[in-house]
């Protein structure tokens, strides 16, 4: 049981489980979906074969930080980095899981689903994970495959790259700067102590990262109402309005919280940014849906 408990650990389930379900609103979001005759069974096969996907490059990021995240005292109790697990069993598992991901996707969706996943899982593992020692633009690098999930849960539904798969991609990539600022932030000493460049100033928390992090809430705005002007979701029945109301009262908190952190430059309100966008990203998503699926 032991050793089950770290091979579950080693995806990440929290931070896995949050992504997939971005993939799967995303899916219920489109066109396509309303045209499946076994809706339920594709989004559990889109969550499963997501999270194995999402997995692998959790646990691939482990094995190749092994070091690092023994020297963090957030991360020194992972399987691998504490020696419970060894770092072969660790990439067995990651190709395993990664390769029956991708492999899932493309059987029960299309090619392009199971490429995109493919793309994800490369860039999160060999791209984004390396580059967060050398430059603080591995943030940039890493919001790619973060939220390449909405466009793989677009591309499951519609089978194609459209206007709304680039919105949901759009949301959820901006939507990573405050939110992985804000855990830098909180987390800047064992970072720093490992050589990581995490953060858009090499002074470590100032000022201009909490207007980063302003700015990108504020940009956030247009991008979650895009889905009621581009016929993703409606606006004109009482559900769409009241999805619409959530929206714009979830910015209006997410907003608030960046310029509270901007004000008051601590870890207690970076930890209320961080905390605040875990709640922001669902809620948008989900109002999005009840302004589609109850339309008529």
């Known amino acids: 049981m032991a050793r089950l408990r770290d091979y579950w ?7 896995s489980i949050l992504v997939v379900f971005s993939s799967v609103v995303s899916f219920m979001l489109t ?7 076994d809706p339920l069974y594709r989004i559990l096969t889109l969550f499963v074969s997501g999270f194995l996907v999402t997995g692998s490059a959790n646990a ?15 991360t020194a109790s992972r399987p691998i980095a504490s020696g419970r697990m060894s770092v072969q069993a660790g ?22 689903t199971a490429v995109l996943a493919a793309i994800s899982l490369f860039l999160y593992a060999f791209v ?7 430059s603080s633009m591995a943030v940039l690098m890493g919001a790619i495959p973060g939220a390449l999930p909405c466009l793989i849960g677009w591309t499951a ?28 932030w909180v987390a800047h000493r ?7 460049k995490l953060l858009p100033a090499d002074q470590g928390p100032t000022r201009f990262t909490a207007l980063q992090t302003v700015l990108y809430s504020l940009l956030l705005v247009p991008v979650t109402l895009l889905p009621y002007f581009s016929g993703i979701c409606e606006y004109g029945s009482v559900s769409g309005q009241i999805g619409l109301g959530l929206v714009i009262l979830s910015n ?44 008529g």
Request: proline share 3%.
């Open 60 to 74: 691939m990021n482990q094995c190749a930080e092994k070091d690092t995240d023994a020297g963090m005292k957030r």
């Open 190 to 196: 064992d970072y720093s102590a490992v050589g990581f």
């Open 157 to 184: 539904g519609e089978g194609e790259l459209s206007l709304g798969g680039w919105i949901v991609f759009a949301f959820q990539f901006f939507w990573q700067f405050p939110h992985f600022w804000a855990i830098a």
């Open 252 to 295: 209006v908190f997410m907003i608030a919280r960046c310029v509270q952190l901007y004000n008051g430059m601590d870890v207690k309100q970076a930890r209320r940014v961080m905390f605040g966008s875990y709640l922001y990203l669902p809620v948008v998503m989900l109002s999005w849906l009840l302004s589609k699926i109850t339309v």
């Open 9 to 15: 650990t080693l995806t990440k389930p929290s931070l």
């Open 91 to 112: 990439w067995i598992f990651a190709i395993v899981t990664g390769v029956l991901g991708v492999g899932w996707l493309g059987w029960a969706f299309n090619t392009l």
């Open 128 to 134: 984004y994970t390396p580059m967060k020692k050398v």
């Open 31 to 37: 066109r396509g979906y309303e045209s499946f005759a």
